[in-house]
Nanobody, 116 residues
């Protein structure tokens, strides 16, 4: 079974920082781009950022541009999302997946709560 395990979420005050990690099997990580997604209560799941297979190209949603940084370490089969300057509207469950996403790959995600 495909394994994508997110971690690093938690409760943080506005302006704070968190680093999310996503560990996956080599078979998933080695074949293409990876993305971070999030879903806030009452909202549709949205793409936050994605990174190319090698890690030489990244893209960000306008809402997080300049605050979040996506990176990957292929040797560790891990993708990261460094989140700085967090805002209450960043509160959501954060997921990793392939980019473009694969429906059957969605996992548990990790909760990020920015209190105000």
């Amino acid at each position: 079974q495909v394994q994508l395990v997110e971690s690093g979420g938690g409760l943080v005050q506005p302006g704070g920082s968190l680093r999310l990690s996503c560990a996956a099997s080599r078979s998933i990580f080695s074949i293409g781009a990876m993305g971070w997604y999030r879903q806030a209560p009452g909202k549709q799941r949205e793409l936050v950022a994605y990174i190319s297979r090698v890690g030489d190209a990244t893209n960000y949603a306008d809402s997080v541009k300049g605050r979040f940084t996506i990176s990957r370490d292929n040797a560790k089969n891990t993708v990261y999302l460094q989140m700085n300057g967090l805002k209450p509207e960043d509160t959501a469950v954060y997921y990793c997946n392939r980019y473009p996403s694969v429906a059957s790959y969605w996992g548990q995600g990790t909760q990020v709560t920015v209190s105000s």
